[in-house]
């Protein structure tokens, strides 16, 4: 399971998850660090042929009333988007793995806000995506290995599609979006074993570079439609996108 903690939605409930976080961390690190004789036995490397599985979702929830938002003001909002990952890899040396994922994400939102000119605009969208992530790993074991840095460099191809209604005054526009997009980023992260079959997984928001493609269509306008391309560099790893998961690992 991933779990996402953004900017602008920390709710009580997610830090209460943070906290929670902050001390699996803070107990399991030093049990990783003692070496208990009884560990000599397990072998917790990723080694030639062995071959791993991952299922993850993710969930952003976020409602909000009488914000102050940039050029406009939140009277309610009602937000939520999650997604499925699957995904799978096999060693092909010692801690060097070759893998691809399948994810599938869905986004809705329902918002009335005022807009600069203090009309009421409510606004309702939904939209979904799936996205073919070919990757490769690299582990650094510590210690006897129960503990593992990797370093995640992926190419992910996502389709998606929205649609948005926006209700005003005297009008109702309706917006459909298609796009492609390409991502080539590195990913970090840590695996915890507990056995050497079931792992714990955390790593932080990807950072890379971006080509999306975009057409728009405004209440059906064909004629008109708006056709952009934009490409984007961020070298920033998202320390607030803190992804959480379970592993099977098996000798394939």
Do not use: H
């Not at 071959?51 to 914000?67: I, K, P, W």
């Amino acid at each position: 399971m991933i779990l996402n903690i953004k900017k602008g939605s920390f709710s009580p409930f997610r830090l209460n998850v943070l906290i929670g976080l902050l001390g699996f961390c803070f107990f399991a690190t030093p049990a990783v660090a003692q070496v208990d004789p009884t560990d000599s036995a397990e072998d917790y490397t990723v080694s030639k042929g062995r071959a791993y599985g991952v299922l993850t979702f993710s969930l952003d929830q976020r409602d909000a009333e009488n914000e102050n938002q940039l050029l406009r003001q939140v009277i309610d909002q009602n937000k939520l988007d999650y997604r499925v990952i699957a995904s799978g890899g096999y060693a092909l040396n010692d801690n060097f793995t070759l893998g691809l994922g399948f994810s599938y994400g869905r986004q809705r939102q329902d918002i009335t806000f005022l807009n600069e000119d203090e009309e009421e605009i409510t606004s309702k969208s939904v939209g979904q995506d799936v996205s073919f992530i070919p990757n490769i790993r690299k582990y650094v074991p510590l210690g006897v290995g129960k503990l593992q840095i990797f370093v995640q460099t992926d190419l992910r191809l996502s389709l998606g599609e929205s649609l948005e209604r926006n209700f005003m005054a005297m009008e109702v526009e309706k917006i459909e979006e298609n796009f492609t997009e390409i991502k080539l980023g590195v990913q970090p992260g840590v695996v915890l074993f507990f056995t050497r079959q079931w792992a714990f997984e955390a790593s932080v928001g990807i950072a890379g570079v971006t080509s999306r493609w975009t057409t728009q269509t405004v209440n059906d306008d064909q004629a008109n439609e708006t056709k952009i391309q934009q490409s984007s560099i961020d070298l920033r790893l998202n320390l607030l996108a803190l992804n959480l998961g379970v592993a099977y690992y098996f000798d394939f």
